[in-house]
């Protein structure tokens, strides 16, 4: 019937294929689940997140592997994800990054192109460690102060007092939300600093000027709390 058609005859799947595929592909998976933690930026539970994929790109090599030995199977599964809605949302565009990259390499060692993956992959990788570590190399540092004060009778003396400690520490500093409710107070700064060292020194001496309130800095990229 197929030859009614012109199409071309396709192998059967060889197991002997697919398991060297997921054997290389596992391996590759782990390089990027340590690349993930390692150079990652994204202020969730990068350790968790990293968790899934090596399940994406083994499940993407046997899907690949299945469908490209059969048109219906492949056209089944066109009209399959189809009806699928995923849910779940990225909040980084790295994680959507790192889950393409998962996926690309499990298309490539699906299509038994073992050796372009296997360069392809580990010199993107690479630059992408190169990048990230010229990237840590730089001095300034763009990060949110949040100080939370309570029992605050003189709202806006502690408010010129906070702006003149902070402003011993870093290079520039804009006020981004005050609040006050009750007996608490609470401002957000967005500070430029030369270098994370500052942040301890800055941290223990608003903790000199205000015991017991809740100083958080936070990074868009790394998170370091105080």
Same mark, same amino acid.
């Given at each position: 019937m197929l030859?009614? @058609?012109?199409?071309?005859l396709?192998p059967?799947?060889?197991i002997?294929?697919?398991?060297i595929?997921l054997v290389?592909g ?5 390089? $990027?689940?340590w690349?993930?933690l390692?150079?990652g930026?994204?202020? #969730? ?5 990293a968790?899934?994929?090596?399940f994406?790109?083994?499940? %993407? ?6 469908i490209?030995?059969?048109?219906a199977?492949?056209?089944g $599964?066109?009209?399959?994800?189809s009806i699928?809605?995923?849910?779940t949302?990225i ?5 959507l990054a790192?889950?393409f990259?998962a ?7 699906g299509?038994d192109?073992?050796?372009p %993956? ?5 010199s993107?990788?690479?630059?992408v460690?190169? @990048?990230k ?5 730089d001095?300034n540092k763009?990060?949110?102060l949040?100080?939370?004060?309570e029992?605050s ?6 408010l010129e ?6 402003l011993?520490?870093v290079?520039?500093?804009?006020l981004?939300?005050?609040?006050t409710q009750?007996n ?10 030369k270098? %994370?060292?500052?942040? #301890? %020194?800055?941290?223990?001496? $608003? ?9 958080t ?9 105080i």
């Amino acid at each position: 019937m197929l030859e009614e @058609f012109n199409l071309p005859l396709v192998p059967p799947l060889s197991i002997l294929a697919l398991l060297i595929n997921l054997v290389l592909g596992a391996g590759l998976s782990l390089v $990027l689940r340590w690349h993930f933690l390692k150079f990652g930026s994204t202020i #969730s539970n990068r350790a968790e997140f990293a968790q899934i994929f090596p399940f994406i790109l083994l499940t %993407t090599i046997l899907i690949i592997s299945i469908i490209k030995s059969s048109l219906a199977l492949s056209l089944g $599964l066109v009209g399959a994800l189809s009806i699928v809605r995923f849910r779940t949302p990225i909040k980084e565009p790295e994680e959507l990054a790192y889950l393409f990259m998962a996926i690309s390499m499990g298309l490539g060692f699906g299509a038994d192109q073992r050796l372009p %993956t296997l360069v392809a992959g580990l010199s993107i990788l690479g630059l992408v460690a190169i @990048f990230k570590q010229y990237k840590k190399d730089d001095i300034n540092k763009n990060l949110y102060l949040t100080i939370d004060l309570e029992e605050s009778s003189d709202e806006y003396g502690r408010l010129e007092l906070i702006n003149s400690i902070i402003l011993k520490y870093v290079e520039d500093a804009e006020l981004r939300r005050f609040e006050t409710q009750r007996n608490e107070t609470g401002a957000t700064y967005h500070i430029d600093i030369k270098n %994370t060292a500052s942040l #301890s %020194t800055l941290s223990d001496d $608003l903790k000199r000027s205000f015991p017991g309130a809740s100083i958080t800095f936070i990074d868009q990229n790394r998170l370091p709390s105080i």
